[in-house]
């Protein structure tokens, strides 16, 4: 069905001057505004360990030292600095590169990590139980999850491994910038079928040739039809992700939330980590790793930092167990 289908989607909205507005940035706005009116939500029905105005300060606070500041260390640390192929040379050649979250590089692990200390301080400062306070932001975290890949696939970005037969496969022209795609052999091919139907694009200098390219596919289709035959047909893993990761995820905790409102602090959050864990394990068989494989060919690193949440999520239900003579609230 879509196995010819070259994406084409452009990651801005729209440009006025420099100032670019991002689907990618939407969605993080997307993913705070859902979160902030779900709690408020939940509070107001007395499920969840805060005031309703307090939602807003929470989701804000979250938003800066949870997912910008955890997302964005997380990526600089099992992306960058532990990946062999990179390593600390990265960093110390441009430290200012962390810094640069509009050049892309933000860690769902990573995140998710920050949001366990944010949350653990912010219960001590309000003098609020911290797994009661997780299990809140754990059953609208989902909403974010949803819209963050989303965004990946409006990017373009994050794209899955090749899946021939498959008939609702698509083609990524990323791959052609990409060195462990088989695509990125083609590039110089593609480039030159391109220039023959969009001849400004042969004037393009070499460091530029390929966003040139990318900016060319979106606006024309001649552009599209002329690169087809030397992209392979992948499968499109963020939306496998938006879905798992995202839809049923939420649906499972909210439902958990409101079928058991006297539900044990930290039962929330301990679903949350296990099945997070076990959709992402299964999504990654089809996602192309977007770092240095742990095991080649068997675990990625997406993978391989999915099973020690599996670990918190024993600690978490174990707590819930330990407490579950105890009302929620």
């Known amino acids: ?56 300060d929470f989701i804000a606070a979250a938003a800066l030292f949870g997912v910008f500041l955890g997302g964005r260390l997380g990526y600089v640390l099992f992306y960058q600095i532990l990946d062999p192929a990179r390593g600390w040379h990265t960093i110390a050649e441009d430290p200012l590169s962390i810094f640069r979250v509009w050049e892309g590089g933000m860690a769902s692990h990573g ?17 609020v139980s911290w797994t009661g306070l997780g299990d809140g932001l754990c059953v609208v975290a989902p909403v974010g999850l949803f819209f963050g890949r989303i965004a990946n696939f409006i990017n373009g970005e994050l794209y899955g491994r090749v899946a021939h037969g498959v008939s609702w496969a698509m083609k990524f022209p990323l791959a052609l910038n990409d060195m462990k795609a088989p695509e990125f052999l083609r590039f110089g091919e593609a480039f030159q079928a391109a220039a023959e139907v969009a001849p400004e694009l042969a004037n ?5 040739a390929f966003e040139n390219l990318l900016a060319a596919n979106r606006q024309l ?9 030397y992209l392979e047909p992948r499968h499109p893993s963020q ?9 049923l995820l939420f649906a499972i905790l909210w439902t958990v939330r409101l ?15 296990g099945l997070y864990a076990l959709f992402r394990i299964f999504a990654e068989q089809f ?16 993978q391989f930092l999915s099973f020690f949440m599996f670990l918190f999520a024993a ?14 609230l």
């Open 111 to 127: 995140g998710i990590l920050g949001l366990i200390l944010f949350t653990w301080f912010y219960s001590r400062r309000k003098k």
């Open 259 to 273: 079928k058991f409102p006297k539900a044990p602090h930290g039962l929330l959050t301990g679903l949350f980590f």
């Open 287 to 302: 996602r192309e790793p977007d770092a240095s494989w742990v095991v080649e060919g068997v675990v990625t690193k997406g």
């Open 204 to 208: 393009s200098p070499d460091r530029q």
């Open 221 to 229: 289709p001649e552009v599209r039809q002329a690169i087809e035959p």
């Open 1 to 56: 069905m879509f196995a010819t289908y070259v994406h084409h989607l452009d990651p801005v909205l729209f440009q006025l001057g420099k100032f670019a507005l991002r689907w990618y940035g939407l969605a993080y706005l997307g993913g705070f505004l859902g979160g902030f009116l779900l709690l408020k939500h939940l509070a107001k029905r007395g499920l969840w360990v805060l005031k309703p105005e307090q939602a807003g």
């Open 239 to 247: 939306l496998y992700e938006a879905a798992l990761e995202g839809l």
């Open 315 to 328: 600690a978490f239900l174990f707590k819930a167990w330990k407490g579950r003579a105890k009302p929620a």
